[in-house]
Structure formats: C-alpha cells, structure tokens
C-alpha cells in the first residue's frame, strides 16, 4: 500500500514556474516508477510525465517537454515536477501516481488527491 501527498499547486501568471511535489508513505517507494497526470475542467485525464524507478529514464509527454522536468529522490520518497514558463492551457488538477512505467493511466496503482495548477493570462 502507498499512499501519495501532492503540494506546490497555485496560482501562477503565465510565463512562470511551480513546482509540484509527491510525498509518498512506506518503504517501497523506489520499487514503484512514479507518474504526474493533469485534468482540466471538461477534459479527460492525460498523462504528462513518467520517471523509472531509478530515475535514469524519463518520458514527458510532447506539450510540456522543454518546459516541464520529473525528478526523484528515493531517499526522501518524493517524486517532483518543475513547471517551468506555464501557460493558461496548463490549468489543472495535477495527480500523482504509483505504477509501472508507461504512460496509460491503467499502469499506475496508485494515485494521490491531486492540487490545483491555475495559470492566469
């Protein structure tokens, strides 16, 4: 069982930058890849990032990349995702998530609340 806390969600002006982070419970944290998704208001869930359990492979999906990075740190069972020059089509709920590497949704186990990204114009 894991357990999955997202913070770091806001309210930030176009252009700028939050980072997100995912606090996960247990010790088995670095067994599992880790995962970020979003869903904005209307829209399905859709995959943004994917990070192996060791964190030398990483995926993000082709809206974001360039300007979003995933990282881990096993030793503080923390899974992180640096949103950097946002734009109002980034506004979301974004979820982290528990899984096997891959971007569907139906490989991650677990997933967290999710917090609110809102990014004015």
């Known amino acids: 069982q894991v357990q999955l806390v997202e913070t770091g969600g806001g309210l930030v002006q176009a252009g700028g930058s939050l980072r997100l982070s995912c606090a996960a419970s247990?010790?088995?944290?670095?067994?599992?890849?880790m995962g970020w998704f979003r869903q904005a208001p209307g829209k399905d869930r859709e995959f943004v990032a994917v990070?192996?359990?060791?964190?030398?492979?990483?995926y993000i999906t082709e809206p974001v990349k360039g300007r979003f990075d995933i990282s881990r740190d096993n030793s503080k069972n923390t899974v992180y995702l640096q949103m950097n020059s946002l734009k109002p089509e980034d506004t979301a709920v974004y979820y982290c998530?528990?899984?096997?590497?891959?971007?569907?949704?139906?490989?991650?186990?677990?997933w967290g609340q999710g917090t609110q990204v809102t990014v004015s114009s």
């Open positions: 998530a528990a899984g096997d590497y891959g971007h569907e949704a139906s490989r991650f186990e677990y």
């Open positions: 247990g010790r088995t944290f670095s067994t599992y890849s």
């Open positions: 990070i192996s359990r060791s964190g030398v492979a990483t």
